[in-house]
């Protein structure tokens, strides 16, 4: 395979459902070996796309590329890709080790070549101490674990994880999306996930897609979809965010605003910023979310330390904002504001 030949690419993927277009002339290109989340609102069409990579939906339009060779026209057995699912679809009669080899012996692989893979991917995802229970006898971490080694011992070119840990509880989640990051890195697989929870997207992904409306609004490494997000629609909804209307329109400009992370909102005493009023104050642990509203417009910031109490005046000092004109970036305009419109 030729060193530029991306892992997986898509072109111009466009998928209708109902008369209504889900996926809208979509493109993206994956490195060989980069994990790519698919993030976005529901609706937003991001796993209808991951059905057309798997191949349980064709496209209308667009072309499906692995590592070079078109599949768009294969269906999901002749595809060089495996799909770990939401559901872990683990057969509740058959022990870890035989769900695991299922796969192989649908496909005619040698009953000891088999045995061998089988345990390759129990060591590599530590389940070898549970080959012969059954799903009921495991945790619903060890359960997707072991819908993962299913996948992997497929030995595919590209890996498609559908929600896979949104059945696990908050504390759980964390340690298994970090275990799935291990071994996806160790292996060096391209991988796409499919994931509603952008905690879990910015953690383990090399780049994000943010999907609206069957396209793609932004593809970028996690830190910078945070820093300078090419949208508004983006900086709304990647983390939290202050929109503003802009307090300095100039000629022929219309629909532009500014976005203040709340970490960039800084409360002062009430004569050092802008008057503003304490109304609601929210503990989230090491910090706290306070709402202030300063000439009519609420802002939330993010404080450590002493917390104001409700009711109480601040002052309010904005450090750094973005400007986004006609809902695009303005990346000339990068600068502070010191004024709120009223």
């Avoid at 072309?63 to 939401?86: C, H, K, N, Y």
């Avoid at 990051?181 to 796409?192: C, M």
Wanted: net charge negative; charged share 25%.
């Amino acid at each position: 395979m030729n060193s530029m030949t991306p892992g997986l690419r898509l072109a111009g993927l466009t998928k209708i459902l109902g008369g209504r277009t889900i996926v809208d002339d979509l493109s993206l290109d994956l490195e060989p070996g980069e994990l790519v989340s698919l993030l976005g609102p529901s609706g937003c069409g991001k796993t209808t796309t991951l059905r057309m990579i798997a191949g349980f939906l064709t496209p209308d339009a667009g072309t499906i590329e692995v590592q070079g060779s078109d599949v768009t026209a294969l269906g999901p057995e002749r595809r060089p890709s495996a799909m770990v699912f939401q559901n872990y679809a683990l057969w509740p009669h058959m022990t870890v080790a035989k769900n695991v080899a299922y796969p192989l012996k649908v496909a005619r692989v040698a009953r000891r070549e088999i045995a061998d893979r089988v345990a390759e991917v129990l060591e590599l995802v530590g389940l070898s101490h549970h080959a012969d229970s059954r799903p009921a006898q495991i945790s619903g971490g060890e359960q997707q674990r072991a819908s993962l080694a299913r996948a992997l011992v497929q030995r595919p070119k590209l890996l498609l994880l559908d929600e896979p840990l949104s059945n696990l509880d908050a504390k759980l989640r964390v340690r298994v999306r970090e275990e799935i990051r291990d071994i996806q890195q160790r292996l060096g697989i391209t991988t796409v996930l499919v994931t509603h929870d952008q905690e879990e997207a910015m953690a383990v992904s090399d780049r994000v897609a943010v999907m609206n409306g069957g396209r793609i609004e932004q593809v970028s490494a996690p830190a910078e979809l945070y820093r300078a997000p090419a949208t508004e629609f983006v900086a709304g909804f990647i983390g939290s965010s202050n929109r503003l209307a802009s307090p300095d329109l100039g000629p022929g400009e219309n629909d532009v605003h500014w976005m203040v992370r709340p970490e960039h909102v800084v409360l002062v005493p009430a004569d050092e910023g802008i008057p503003g009023r304490v109304t609601r104050v929210l503990p989230h642990g090491h910090f706290a979310e306070v709402a202030v509203v300063a000439r009519g417009t609420e802002l939330r910031a993010y404080v450590s330390g002493e917390t104001p109490a409700v009711g109480a005046d601040v002052g309010v000092r904005i450090e750094s904002a973005l400007r986004y004109a006609n809902g695009v970036l303005d990346t000339r305009s990068l600068a502070p504001i010191e004024r709120i419109a009223a």
